[in-house]
């Protein structure tokens, strides 16, 4: 019995996998057990050998049986490492946000400086003034109905390419613009200016958000992207006014002109825009929405065509077709939205927006958006009834005019430039409240406005309280939208953001136009004009409102979306 020794026996003086003796006769150690390294590695290998050979199993009885499993199952797995983002230099950084600004700065420029031509337009076209207003109509028009599917886009395929395309086609179209005689022509040509523009201004929001992502970079950055509309304003009536005045045909080449500004940011856009990584979605996430993007477009074409039409056409509202085309434009938009929410619930096409974006943070993004609508309405409501008020009242030529409005778009540039020092001191609904009740006073300074007041008063304090609402609603409204979403949503976001505004607009120029002329048919011009004013500050007030009730919870711009 001696002799016999059991497997029990020979390994009774070995520690237990549980022990904490030392793996020695001596046991001086308190240490984990550990096994021998060579049976260690000789288990690890037969264990791969195992795992390799059930794999070559299950490949041959897929190929036996016809049902080839998919490739990634047969490669090694890499784990992917995000590349660390490199922050630009400060010269960088200063060139790249002057490029985006460039974009708004075209933008406005070109809208600003048609708007003053359309006398001349008419006579050289030989049409009426009312017709001629679709020159300018036409380009605003498409630049607002073609924002959402271009944020998509540059979400998708990268940013730099929609910017660069939208830059060098809105660059052609301006150039077609000055040659071609026809009426419909050049409106067409307009038409597809403001789409192509339509294409650049989301990317150029989504590489603001993108790569400026510290602060002060961030809000000093939007607040250029905002910097760009008023500069703009007042270079446009400049160029407006005085080129349209050097003989019958100035009017195109004021498009010459235009073509000429979007050259720089072309240029720059090609040098300056950092490369982006390439896109890691999969084919599904790459898939257009086609039946959202017809519905969104449609819808909202057919929406700002009938406000617009209705300012133009002879009857207005009287006309049947402008309230039938406005109902279907309405409906169609409705459709989209249920559209959109079935499509992420019950197909592998992503929808064209997510609904979902709404709500996020307690319905931020969507406070942000009604505020900065009804912060815009008066805006545009307010640039249309100086231009009656100058024109049509006092009398004024169009170059005239624009001396008149002039401060306005200089004191913008000022309030710019305060929204990068206050963002970090006020919090972000207090300087939207702030924005909204300077226009209010801007409004309400021309509501009292009488015929024999010097343009030293009331119209001049008007023109420099005004600027502060567009500039502080889009440089704030920016910084929060981009704060609130993901990376691959900055352009839709913009895209969100700017539609707002566009269609704000077009509403706020035709509220005030039908209100200025149904109570001028009545009571005459000077009361259709301060009526509307009257209006107007009472969508300011709304703003000022909501602004404090929808976002009173919100601090600093910089602060919001940021996770605890």
Not at 11 to 19: E, I, Q, V
Not at 467 to 491: F, H, K, R, W, Y
Not at 507 to 530: D, Y
Request: hydrophobic share 50%.
């Amino acid at each position: 019995m001696t002799g016999h020794i059991t497997l029990s026996n020979k390994y009774a003086n070995l520690p237990s996998a549980s022990s904490t003796a030392a793996n020695t006769p001596a046991a001086t150690e308190d240490r984990p057990f550990a096994f021998p390294s060579s049976l260690s590695r000789h288990t690890s290998r037969l264990s791969e050998r195992i795992v390799d050979d059930e794999k070559e199993m299950k490949k041959d009885k897929d190929v036996e049986s016809g049902q080839q499993a998919p490739a990634e199952q047969y490669l090694p797995s890499v784990d992917y490492v995000a590349p660390e983002k490199v922050e630009m230099s400060t010269r960088k950084a200063v060139l790249l946000g002057a490029v985006m600004m460039s974009t708004t700065f075209v933008a406005s420029s070109t809208l600003s400086s048609s708007l003053l031509c359309i006398p001349s337009t008419a006579a050289d076209l030989d049409v009426t003034e009312l017709e001629a207003q679709w020159v300018s109509s036409a380009y605003s028009l498409a630049n607002g109905v073609g924002l959402l599917v271009s944020g998509r886009f540059a979400d998708i395929y990268g940013r730099k390419m929609l910017f660069l395309m939208g830059m060098a086609a809105f660059l052609v179209m301006n150039v077609i613009s000055g040659v071609v005689r026809s009426y419909i022509g050049v409106c067409v040509l307009r038409a597809l200016a403001g789409l192509s523009i339509s294409i650049s201004l989301p990317a150029a929001f989504g590489i603001l958000g993108v790569n400026f992502t510290t602060e002060p970079r961030r809000t000093i950055g939007f607040a250029a992207l905002a910097l760009g509309y008023p500069v703009a304003a007042a270079v446009g009536l400049v160029i407006g006014g005085a080129i349209s005045g050097v003989s019958s045909r100035g009017w195109q080449y004021v498009f010459f002109v235009d073509a000429g500004l979007a050259l720089p940011a072309l240029i720059g856009g090609v040098f300056l825009i950092p490369a982006e990584p390439a896109r890691r979605s999969s084919v599904t996430n790459r898939k257009i929405d086609w039946v959202g993007a017809f519905l969104v477009t449609a819808g909202l074409s057919l929406f700002s065509f009938a406000l617009t039409q209705s300012g133009v056409a002879a009857k207005g509202w009287s006309d049947p077709y402008i309230p039938v085309v406005l109902v279907i434009g309405l409906l169609l938009i409705v459709v989209y939205g249920f559209w959109e929410h079935w499509l992420a619930n019950n197909s592998t096409t992503p929808p064209l927006t997510h609904l979902s974006i709404f709500t996020r943070q307690n319905w931020k993004v969507t406070a942000i958006i009604v505020v900065a609508f009804f912060a815009y309405i008066p805006i545009a409501g307010w640039n249309y009834l100086t231009t009656i008020w100058f024109q049509n009242f006092k009398h004024d030529t169009p170059i005239m005019n624009a001396v008149h409005i002039i401060p306005a778009p200089i004191f913008g540039v000022g309030a710019c430039v305060l929204v990068p020092l206050l963002a970090p001191r006020v919090r972000a609904p207090v300087l939207l409240m702030m924005g909204s009740i300077s226009t209010g006073i801007a409004t309400v300074l021309f509501a009292v406005t009488q015929d024999s007041t010097i343009w030293w008063s009331t119209p001049f304090l008007s023109t420099v309280f005004n600027p502060p609402g567009a500039d502080i609603t889009v440089g704030i409204g920016s910084v929060l939208m981009s704060n609130l979403v993901e990376e691959d949503e900055q352009s839709l976001a913009g895209a969100l953001f700017q539609t707002s505004l566009q269609i704000a607009s077009t509403v706020g120029i035709t509220v005030a136009s039908l209100t200025q002329s149904e109570i001028a048919e009545k009571h005459g011009l000077l009361k259709g004009v301060q009526d509307s004013f009257w209006l107007m500050s009472g969508f300011c007030w709304l703003s000022a409102i909501l602004a404090i009730v929808t976002l009173r919870g919100v601090g600093l711009a910089k602060d919001v979306g940021k996770k605890e």
